[in-house]
Protein backbone atom coordinates (compact mmCIF):
# COMPACT_ATOMS: atom_id res chain seq x y z
CA UNK A 1 0.00 0.00 0.00
CA UNK A 2 0.95 3.42 -0.79
CA UNK A 3 -0.09 6.37 0.33
CA UNK A 4 0.15 10.04 -1.23
CA UNK A 5 0.01 13.64 -0.02
CA UNK A 6 -0.19 16.62 -2.79
CA UNK A 7 0.94 19.98 -1.76
CA UNK A 8 2.04 23.11 -3.18
CA UNK A 9 -1.19 24.54 -5.30
CA UNK A 10 -2.71 28.01 -5.79
CA UNK A 11 -3.58 30.82 -7.38
CA UNK A 12 -0.83 32.50 -9.74
CA UNK A 13 -1.03 34.77 -12.28
CA UNK A 14 -0.15 33.58 -16.10
CA UNK A 15 3.08 33.55 -16.91
CA UNK A 16 4.13 32.59 -13.44
CA UNK A 17 5.33 29.42 -11.28
CA UNK A 18 4.50 26.97 -8.87
CA UNK A 19 6.57 23.87 -7.33
CA UNK A 20 3.84 21.10 -6.23
CA UNK A 21 5.22 17.98 -4.32
CA UNK A 22 3.97 14.85 -3.55
CA UNK A 23 5.10 13.06 -0.31
CA UNK A 24 5.07 9.33 -0.27
CA UNK A 25 4.33 6.48 2.18
CA UNK A 26 4.35 2.80 2.55
CA UNK A 27 5.83 0.09 0.35
CA UNK A 28 9.22 1.32 -1.33
CA UNK A 29 8.67 4.22 -2.89
CA UNK A 30 11.87 4.03 -5.29
CA UNK A 31 10.56 0.91 -6.82
CA UNK A 32 7.34 2.45 -8.23
CA UNK A 33 6.90 4.70 -11.51
CA UNK A 34 5.50 8.09 -10.07
CA UNK A 35 3.44 10.77 -12.29
CA UNK A 36 1.15 13.58 -12.33
CA UNK A 37 -1.87 14.18 -14.05
CA UNK A 38 -4.37 16.65 -13.92
CA UNK A 39 -8.74 17.42 -14.42
CA UNK A 40 -9.92 20.34 -15.52
CA UNK A 41 -14.14 21.09 -14.90
CA UNK A 42 -15.70 18.92 -16.98
CA UNK A 43 -12.86 17.31 -18.86
CA UNK A 44 -11.31 13.67 -18.47
CA UNK A 45 -8.27 13.21 -16.28
CA UNK A 46 -5.46 13.72 -17.98
CA UNK A 47 -1.91 12.80 -18.09
CA UNK A 48 0.75 15.07 -17.17
CA UNK A 49 4.28 13.90 -16.79
CA UNK A 50 6.19 10.65 -15.24
CA UNK A 51 9.20 9.12 -14.00
CA UNK A 52 10.15 6.04 -13.61
CA UNK A 53 11.94 4.99 -10.17
CA UNK A 54 14.06 2.54 -11.12
CA UNK A 55 15.55 4.19 -15.25
CA UNK A 56 14.82 7.74 -13.88
CA UNK A 57 13.06 7.84 -17.53
CA UNK A 58 11.07 11.08 -17.76
CA UNK A 59 7.86 11.62 -19.99
CA UNK A 60 5.91 14.63 -20.78
CA UNK A 61 2.67 15.31 -22.12
CA UNK A 62 3.25 17.74 -25.10
CA UNK A 63 0.99 20.27 -23.40
CA UNK A 64 3.86 20.77 -21.11
CA UNK A 65 7.04 19.98 -22.40
CA UNK A 66 9.45 22.64 -21.83
CA UNK A 67 7.67 24.32 -18.96
CA UNK A 68 6.98 21.48 -16.70
CA UNK A 69 9.72 19.34 -14.65
CA UNK A 70 9.36 16.49 -12.58
CA UNK A 71 12.06 15.26 -9.92
CA UNK A 72 12.36 12.81 -7.42
CA UNK A 73 14.03 13.10 -3.82
CA UNK A 74 14.50 9.54 -2.81
CA UNK A 75 15.88 10.47 0.54
CA UNK A 76 12.44 12.15 1.27
CA UNK A 77 10.14 9.97 -0.95
CA UNK A 78 8.89 13.05 -2.45
CA UNK A 79 8.33 14.31 -5.96
CA UNK A 80 8.09 17.59 -7.59
CA UNK A 81 6.56 19.42 -10.09
CA UNK A 82 8.60 22.43 -11.22
CA UNK A 83 5.99 24.37 -13.32
CA UNK A 84 6.67 27.39 -15.17
CA UNK A 85 5.62 29.72 -17.97
CA UNK A 86 1.98 28.59 -16.31
CA UNK A 87 -1.30 29.62 -18.77
CA UNK A 88 -4.85 29.37 -17.61
CA UNK A 89 -4.89 26.28 -20.24
CA UNK A 90 -3.10 24.73 -16.79
CA UNK A 91 -5.93 25.17 -14.52
CA UNK A 92 -6.75 21.73 -12.79
CA UNK A 93 -6.96 19.89 -10.16
CA UNK A 94 -3.33 18.03 -9.94
CA UNK A 95 -3.46 14.38 -8.52
CA UNK A 96 0.15 12.44 -7.95
CA UNK A 97 0.07 8.78 -8.41
CA UNK A 98 2.06 5.92 -8.71
CA UNK A 99 2.39 2.76 -10.83
CA UNK A 100 3.80 -0.62 -9.82
CA UNK A 101 4.37 -1.59 -13.80
CA UNK A 102 7.69 -1.50 -15.16
CA UNK A 103 7.13 1.05 -17.84
CA UNK A 104 4.97 4.69 -18.00
CA UNK A 105 1.70 4.70 -18.31
CA UNK A 106 -0.47 7.50 -19.67
CA UNK A 107 -3.82 5.91 -19.41
CA UNK A 108 -5.19 6.70 -15.51
CA UNK A 109 -6.70 3.79 -15.16
CA UNK A 110 -2.92 1.86 -15.55
CA UNK A 111 -1.75 3.56 -12.24
CA UNK A 112 -2.61 2.30 -8.57
CA UNK A 113 -2.33 4.61 -6.36
CA UNK A 114 -3.67 8.00 -6.29
CA UNK A 115 -3.60 11.40 -3.88
CA UNK A 116 -6.42 13.57 -2.77
CA UNK A 117 -5.33 16.41 -5.34
CA UNK A 118 -4.23 20.24 -5.32
CA UNK A 119 -5.70 23.12 -6.89
CA UNK A 120 -3.67 24.82 -9.34
CA UNK A 121 -5.69 28.47 -10.71
CA UNK A 122 -3.84 30.39 -13.26
CA UNK A 123 -5.87 33.91 -14.06
CA UNK A 124 -5.07 35.66 -16.88
Known amino acids: QVQLAESGGGLVQAGGSLRLSCAASGRTFSSYVMGWFRQAPGKEREFVTAINGRTYRTYYADSVKGRFTVSRDYAKNTMYLQMNSLNPADTAVYYC?????????????????WGQGTQVTVSS
Open 97 to 113: AAGSRSQIEVAPSEWDY
